[in-house]
């Protein structure tokens, strides 16, 4: 599961609490434009984004042009500029690079379909958001983009909860901690934005 795939690559770079605390504490401070602190976010926060670009690009096919490292750092300054917003916490912080990441790499995409004219786009697999494995688990990225987007306005709170779970590889308590409601409205919410999205990337929409 890609979920847990993610949330394997940070396992294994755990945090302390003390640490976790003074990232909270320079988010603030990022969240209030204060500029030094962007630049020592962004050491302590490379490792695990990398990890989370990395996640990304196992899932894609071959002949793309962007790399991780190019993603990490594109994510980084959208993230960190005057307009990008408050973070609750780290975990949330991470969350909203994952949107951050998403949006990137499907952008890329759309530029790349329109600059050749033809042939699909950027495919990821899927193989722990679609299931059962029914249909074939490799999706377009802009359709996954897409498909996501409609969730969101739709539910906004189950298109957090699949950027959280599904793209951040957050768990069930600390999406639940982000968003301020109990681990089984997660769970309930998760359930619905999965049939949702099934529905959506297997053709099976009316809409």
């Given at each position: 599961?890609?979920?847990?795939?993610?949330?394997?690559?940070r396992?294994?770079?755990a945090?302390?609490?003390?640490?976790?605390?003074?990232?909270?504490?320079?988010l603030?401070?990022?969240?209030?434009?204060?500029?030094?602190?962007?630049?020592?976010?962004?050491?302590?926060?490379y490792?695990?984004?990398?990890?989370?670009?990395?996640?990304?690009?196992?899932?894609?096919?071959?002949?793309?042009?962007?790399?991780?490292?190019?993603?990490?750092?594109?994510?980084?300054l959208?993230?960190?500029?005057?307009?990008?917003?408050?973070?609750?916490?780290?975990?949330?912080?991470?969350?909203?690079?994952?949107?951050?990441?998403?949006?990137?790499?499907?952008?890329h995409?759309?530029?790349?379909?329109?600059?050749?004219?033809?042939g699909?786009?950027?495919?990821?697999?899927?193989?722990?958001?679609l299931?059962?494995?029914?249909?074939?688990?490799?999706?377009?990225?802009?359709?996954?983009?897409?498909?996501?987007?409609?969730?969101?306005?739709?539910?906004?709170?189950?298109?957090?909860?699949?950027?959280?779970?599904?793209?951040?590889?957050?768990?069930?308590?600390?999406?639940?901690?982000?968003?301020?409601?109990?681990?089984?409205?997660?769970?309930?919410?998760?359930?619905?934005?999965?049939?949702?999205?099934?529905?959506?990337?297997?053709?099976?929409?009316?809409?």
């Amino acid at each position: 599961m890609v979920a847990e795939c993610s949330a394997r690559s940070r396992g294994g770079r755990a945090m302390t609490d003390s640490s976790s605390e003074e990232i909270t504490e320079i988010l603030a401070k990022v969240g209030r434009g204060e500029k030094a602190a962007a630049a020592t976010l962004l050491p302590m926060v490379y490792d695990e984004l990398r990890a989370l670009a990395g996640s990304y690009f196992e899932r894609k096919s071959p002949g793309h042009t962007l790399q991780p490292t190019a993603l990490v750092h594109e994510a980084f300054l959208k993230l960190v500029q005057p307009a990008g917003g408050e973070w609750k916490s780290r975990a949330h912080f991470f969350a909203v690079a994952a949107k951050a990441m998403r949006q990137i790499l499907a952008d890329h995409a759309r530029r790349k379909k329109a600059a050749k004219r033809a042939g699909g786009g950027q495919r990821v697999t899927l193989s722990g958001l679609l299931t059962p494995p029914t249909i074939e688990q490799q999706i377009d990225l802009i359709a996954l983009d897409e498909a996501l987007e409609k969730l969101a306005r739709l539910s906004p709170r189950q298109g957090q909860i699949v950027e959280m779970r599904f793209l951040a590889g957050l768990d069930e308590r600390e999406v639940a901690h982000v968003l301020n409601v109990t681990p089984r409205t997660i769970q309930r919410e998760w359930r619905m934005a999965k049939a949702f999205l099934r529905r959506e990337l297997s053709g099976d929409s009316q809409s």
